[in-house]
């Protein structure tokens, strides 16, 4: 039984754990490695690359609202919120930044 209730509590903190950690803040590396880069390393379904600077241009110019709109609401065939419902604005927002970051 105590055997029993340490395992259980254990999974019960890991679980806190993983939900608990995209809701402390936006790490958009974290966010991009887990949702966009499936897409965006490989350039899947002619996803812009990651670092792709000539790839990213004509989007950069759109401007990092249309670009944050595409994310949320989703483009062609990226799905809204990269697929994953629970992601928040400021998590898409925050993996957009990364996205961007590579291509400055
Ligand atoms: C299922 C594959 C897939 C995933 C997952 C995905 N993308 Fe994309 N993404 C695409 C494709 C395909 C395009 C090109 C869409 C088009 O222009 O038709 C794209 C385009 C974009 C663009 C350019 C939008 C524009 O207006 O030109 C941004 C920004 C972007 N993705 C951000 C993200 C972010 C941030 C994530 C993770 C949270 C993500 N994507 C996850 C496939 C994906």
Same mark, same amino acid.
């Not at 939900?19 to 803040?25: D, E, F, Y």
């Not at 790490?27 to 790839?55: E, R, S």
């Not at 989007?59 to 249309?66: K, S, Y």
């Given at each position: ?19 608990a ?7 958009? +590396?974290?966010?991009?490695? %887990? ?6 390393? #490989?350039?899947? !379904?002619?996803? *812009? @690359?990651?670092? $792709? ?12 609202? +249309?670009?944050?709109?595409? %994310?949320?609401?989703?483009k062609?065939?990226? #799905?809204?919120? !990269?697929?994953? *419902? @629970?992601?928040? $604005? ?15």
């Amino acid at each position: 039984m105590t055997r029993a209730t340490t395992v259980l509590s254990a999974a019960a903190l890991c679980a806190v754990a993983f939900v608990a950690t995209p809701a402390l803040a936006a790490d958009g +590396a974290a966010v991009y490695n %887990a949702n966009c880069a499936m897409c965006h390393v #490989p350039g899947l !379904a002619n996803a *812009p @690359k990651m670092g $792709d600077k000539a790839a990213w241009a004509p989007r950069v110019a759109l401007g990092r609202d +249309a670009l944050l709109a595409s %994310a949320i609401k989703g483009k062609g065939a990226m #799905p809204p919120k !990269a697929g994953n *419902p @629970k992601l928040t $604005d400021a998590e898409l927002g925050a993996a957009l930044d990364h996205m961007l970051a590579a291509v400055k």
